[in-house]
């Protein structure tokens, strides 16, 4: 009888060690009971795993969770969840939300990708910190981020692209700060309300491919980023939001292909950017006022494929391009005047196939002193070098 009454409690002591084991056996568990840390990555790819997963009764996953299936229709099983390295939600054709993963507070980066009936991020809004960032991408149901309103800071990238029925950024409001934004191919986007509390970009901002999108009204507090390209928005009207963007762009400005963009108005109080400027395709621009207080770019000025563009003058207060000035390909354009203050210009001058430009007079200066590669070509004029320098400039 005393064997029996020794044996029991061995016996119960068993039964919990083991209810609540891995699903690997090469992952480490960190305390036990009920509240473990897995530590190693797990890959979900069917609903009945989803479900099970709750009897494995882990609250921290240190690595990655991956959940990819095509009859996943729910992450119910994920309820006691308050911790995970990285998660991922891809290829998930029948989840329409993600109820299950509420009580997660802390990750260092989420990805949700191609879950294509997904309709709300809605049950992240207990997330207040992501370390490395997150990726939207291909979820053509969502139509906003809210559920993400309590993350106030992104150290990573934040790519929010190919969604398309995503209107606006809501749900960002409280994020101040990132090192990387890129916004690309979201067919639907029309508002980047939502981001109107950012004020640094650290690195990168891109904004493209964004086919509904009419301004950048939502980017008004926005006061420094180091590389700005905002290229493709077939309807952009407007760079107006930009006008708080201050002093100086250490890395590039780029401006291309939006064939709505009447002016460049909304970029005057930049004062230099620090390697290349470039306005490249913006089929109805007829002048580059906006850019009149920029003093220097570090590296390459290039004005091409602009096709009603009749004036430069908004560069006459450029002092110094580092090593190329290139102006390419723009149709309409008749004189360079706007360049006759550029005093310092290293390697290459390039005037190529700008059909009717005859008065090249606006390069004399830097002619004067350039001893760089000089290159005119398939304008209407296309003097030499020597020529501007003797006067020769126009016909």
């Given at each position: 009888m005393k064997k029996l009454k020794l044996l029991l409690p061995l016996i119960l002591l068993n039964l919990i060690l083991f209810s609540c084991g891995s699903d690997d056996d090469n992952a480490d568990i960190e305390n036990e009971g009920c509240e473990t840390t897995y530590v190693g990555s797990i890959e979900l790819n069917t609903q009945n795993e989803v479900d099970d997963f709750t009897n494995n009764c882990y609250t921290e996953i240190t690595y990655a969770l991956k959940i990819s299936g095509e009859d996943i229709t729910n992450l119910d099983g994920l309820q006691n969840l308050t911790y995970v390295g990285s998660l991922v939600l891809m290829d998930n054709d029948s989840l329409i939300n993600i109820d299950g993963i509420q009580n997660i507070t802390s990750m260092e980066s989420i990805s949700i990708i191609n879950n294509v009936s997904l309709l709300s991020l809605g049950s992240l809004e207990n997330l207040t910190s992501l370390k490395s960032g997150m990726r939207v991408i291909g979820n053509n149901s969502i139509i906003n981020l809210i559920g993400l309103q309590n993350v106030t800071s992104f150290n990573?990238?934040?790519?929010?692209?190919?969604?398309?029925?995503?209107?606006?950024?809501?749900?960002?409001?409280?994020?101040?700060?990132?090192?990387?934004?890129?916004?690309?191919n979201n067919d639907a986007l029309i508002s980047l309300e939502g981001l109107q509390n950012l004020t640094h970009v650290d690195t990168n901002l891109y904004i493209s491919l964004?086919?509904?999108?009419?301004?950048?009204?939502?980017?008004?507090?926005?006061?420094?980023?180091?590389?700005?390209?905002?290229?493709?928005?077939?309807?952009?009207?407007?760079?107006?939001?930009?006008?708080?963007v201050d002093i100086r762009m250490q890395e590039e400005l780029y401006i291309g292909y939006n064939y709505s963009l009447p002016n460049l108005d909304g970029l005057q109080n930049i004062k230099s950017v620090g390697r290349y400027l470039k306005i490249e395709g913006n089929s109805i621009l007829t002048n580059l006022d906006g850019l009149e207080n920029i003093s220097s770019v570090g590296y390459s000025l290039e004005i091409k494929n602009n096709d009603m563009l009749t004036d430069i003058s908004g560069l006459n207060n450029i002092r110094q391009v580092g090593t190329n000035l290139v102006i390419n390909n723009n149709p309409v354009l008749t004189n360079l005047n706007g360049l006759q203050n550029i005093g310092s210009l290293r390697m290459s001058l390039n005037i190529i196939n700008n059909s009717i430009l005859t008065?090249?007079?606006?390069?004399q200066p830097i002619c004067n002193i350039f001893t760089g590669e000089f290159l005119t070509e398939s304008n209407a004029y296309n003097p030499s070098q020597q020529d501007i320098i003797d006067g020769n400039c126009s016909q």
């Amino acid at each position: 009888m005393k064997k029996l009454k020794l044996l029991l409690p061995l016996i119960l002591l068993n039964l919990i060690l083991f209810s609540c084991g891995s699903d690997d056996d090469n992952a480490d568990i960190e305390n036990e009971g009920c509240e473990t840390t897995y530590v190693g990555s797990i890959e979900l790819n069917t609903q009945n795993e989803v479900d099970d997963f709750t009897n494995n009764c882990y609250t921290e996953i240190t690595y990655a969770l991956k959940i990819s299936g095509e009859d996943i229709t729910n992450l119910d099983g994920l309820q006691n969840l308050t911790y995970v390295g990285s998660l991922v939600l891809m290829d998930n054709d029948s989840l329409i939300n993600i109820d299950g993963i509420q009580n997660i507070t802390s990750m260092e980066s989420i990805s949700i990708i191609n879950n294509v009936s997904l309709l709300s991020l809605g049950s992240l809004e207990n997330l207040t910190s992501l370390k490395s960032g997150m990726r939207v991408i291909g979820n053509n149901s969502i139509i906003n981020l809210i559920g993400l309103q309590n993350v106030t800071s992104f150290n990573g990238l934040i790519q929010i692209s190919d969604n398309n029925s995503l209107i606006n950024m809501e749900g960002l409001e409280n994020i101040t700060s990132i090192k990387n934004l890129h916004i690309r191919n979201n067919d639907a986007l029309i508002s980047l309300e939502g981001l109107q509390n950012l004020t640094h970009v650290d690195t990168n901002l891109y904004i493209s491919l964004n086919d509904a999108l009419i301004n950048l009204d939502g980017l008004l507090n926005l006061t420094s980023v180091n590389h700005l390209s905002i290229d493709e928005n077939s309807v952009l009207i407007s760079l107006s939001g930009l006008q708080n963007v201050d002093i100086r762009m250490q890395e590039e400005l780029y401006i291309g292909y939006n064939y709505s963009l009447p002016n460049l108005d909304g970029l005057q109080n930049i004062k230099s950017v620090g390697r290349y400027l470039k306005i490249e395709g913006n089929s109805i621009l007829t002048n580059l006022d906006g850019l009149e207080n920029i003093s220097s770019v570090g590296y390459s000025l290039e004005i091409k494929n602009n096709d009603m563009l009749t004036d430069i003058s908004g560069l006459n207060n450029i002092r110094q391009v580092g090593t190329n000035l290139v102006i390419n390909n723009n149709p309409v354009l008749t004189n360079l005047n706007g360049l006759q203050n550029i005093g310092s210009l290293r390697m290459s001058l390039n005037i190529i196939n700008n059909s009717i430009l005859t008065d090249l007079c606006g390069i004399q200066p830097i002619c004067n002193i350039f001893t760089g590669e000089f290159l005119t070509e398939s304008n209407a004029y296309n003097p030499s070098q020597q020529d501007i320098i003797d006067g020769n400039c126009s016909q």
